[in-house]
T-cell receptor, first 114, second 111 residues
Framework: EAGVTQFPSHSVIEKGQTVTLRCDPISGHDNLYWYRRVMGKEIKFLLH????????ESGMPNNRFLAERTGGTYSTLKVQPAELEDSGVYFC????????????FGPGTRLTVT | GIQVEQSPPDLILQEGANSTLRCNFS?????LQWFHQNPWGQLINLFYIPSGTKQNGRLSATTVATERYSLLYISSSQTTDSGVYFCAVEGFSGGYNKLIFGAGTRLAVHP
């Protein structure tokens, strides 16, 4: 069974540009989560999808971030326009049930904004 | 909200040495996990340990929930143990339960 996959693995963009990150959860997992780790600090929760619905988006930093999960399968996280402080590693996780301790994490996308 | 603090922030070991990583949390929790982020970026769940002690090979973890800390022990360290170790607790924030991570301990094991 394939794990959580994320694309791209690394993205370098200039300030003001747009970037879209993609996450493919484990097949059959209704719950999908986005996290990010900025500047070597703690990993912070961004949002939680249940199927195609946003269950909890309390961690989204501002309206430059837009997450979607059309059809309840893969998810995208768009940053527009990107700022320097958006640099970091963006993790995606999925779970079959909405238990936080059952999440499987992807390898992350390293975003560098210059 | 719950605060999670990990120590030390950085640790350098010679292969074969033992180490202890610590995680302190500021409030009662229902769930605590230890993760290892390997050099390829993958986050691997090591232990789900809200209380008590668990062992898996050279790794073991102990959580003393009443005193709000957890310890991760690595014995006979190997170069493959290098990476970042994160502690995460389940906390209630923004109306929902979610994982709250510490800043991690970066471990480098040298041959």
């Amino acid at each position: 069974e394939a794990g959580v996959t994320q694309f791209p693995s690394h993205s370098v963009i200039e300030k003001g540009q747009t970037v879209t990150l993609r996450c493919d959860p484990i097949s059959g997992h209704d719950n999908l989560y986005w996290y990010r780790r900025v500047m070597g600090k703690e990993i912070k929760f961004l949002l939680h999808f249940v199927k195609e619905s946003k269950q909890d988006e309390s961690g989204m930093p501002n309206n430059r971030f837009l997450a979607e999960r059309t059809g309840g399968t893969y998810s995208t996280l768009k940053v527009q326009p990107a700022e320097l402080e958006d640099s970091g590693v963006y993790f995606c996780a999925s779970s079959s049930r909405a238990f936080v301790y059952e999440q499987y994490f992807g390898p992350g996308t390293r975003l560098t904004v210059t | 909200g719950i605060q999670v603090e990990q120590s030390p922030p950085d640790l350098i070991l010679q292969e074969g040495a033992n180490s202890t990583l610590r995680c302190n949390f500021s409030d009662s929790v229902n769930n605590l996990q230890w993760f290892h982020q390997n050099p390829w970026g993958q986050l691997i769940n090591l232990f789900y340990i809200p209380s008590g002690t668990k062992q898996n090979g050279r790794l073991s973890a102990t959580t003393v929930a009443t005193e709000r800390y957890s310890l991760l022990y690595i014995s006979s360290s190997q170069t493959t143990d290098s990476g970042v170790y994160f502690c995460a607790v389940e906390g209630f924030s923004g109306g929902y339960n979610k994982l709250i991570f510490g800043a991690g301990t970066r471990l480098a094991v040298h041959p």
